[in-house]
């Protein structure tokens, strides 16, 4: 299985740009997705990665490297609407499996 | 709009009943999927679905059981429930697996047992 890292929660100023950071160790990388989850509602869909680089989508960002096993996303002008939780997802193809597996989630505030 | 639906958002259970949650979802997706989320373990897999009547096993399974008669429909089961199985259940649905597709999500469903 995957063994996936986040950090727990971050903190940020309205209008700045922040990095949540997601390291993972696997033995057959398929693809890393983001998703952002605000409290009491579903994930949703951010952001999908399986080739090293950065992959740009209006405000948010999201970057991968495949040898170092690290990818994290890059939220810009970050307003209040940001505070949610933003959970990495690695696939692995090991097995022929191609489930995701999430991280514990990285919870963001954003505050005035 | 595309669309995973859940039968409940808060369900309220004793310990030993039988309890179903439902997710049905509109996009003819083979895939589906029930996690239970809890604070500071995040999502954990506990049965998906790749085709009608197929089922297998994600890292969770024990205390569950799941059915999938239909291609849109993906029913959890807890056939004695128990108050470790307090938590927020989600269904999701998606495209072939080795692919770009992402997961869509229901809503939710909080369950408490008592």
């Known amino acids: 299985g995957q063994n996936i890292d986040q950090p727990t929660e971050m903190t940020a100023t309205e209008g700045a740009i922040v990095q949540i950071n997601c390291t993972y160790q696997t033995s057959g990388f398929n693809g890393l997705f983001w998703y952002q989850q605000h409290a009491g509602e579903a994930p949703t869909f951010l952001s999908y990665?399986?080739?090293?680089g950065l992959e740009e989508k209006g405000r948010f960002s999201s970057f991968l490297s495949r040898s170092k096993g690290y990818s994290y996303l890059l939220l810009k002008e970050l307003q209040m609407k940001d505070s949610a939780s933003y959970l990495c997802a690695v696939r692995d193809q090991t097995g022929g499996s191609y489930i995701p597996t999430f991280g514990r989630g990285t919870s963001l505030i954003v505050h005035p | 709009d595309v669309k995973v639906t859940q039968s409940s958002r808060y369900l309220v259970k004793r310990t030993g009943e039988k309890v179903f949650l439902e997710c049905v979802q509109d996009m003819d997706h083979e895939n589906m999927f029930w996690y239970r989320q809890d604070p500071g373990l995040g999502l954990r897999l506990i049965y998906f679905?790749?085709?009608?009547?197929?089922?297998e096993k994600g890292d969770i399974p024990e205390g569950y059981s799941v059915s999938r008669e239909k291609k849109e429909r993906f029913s959890l089961i807890l056939e004695s429930a128990s108050t470790n199985q307090t938590s927020m259940y989600l269904c999701a649905s998606s495209g072939g697996l080795a692919s770009s597709n992402e997961q869509f999500f229901g809503p939710g469903t909080r369950l408490t047992v008592l």
């Open positions: 679905s790749y085709d009608v009547k197929m089922k």
């Open positions: 990665n399986v080739l090293d």
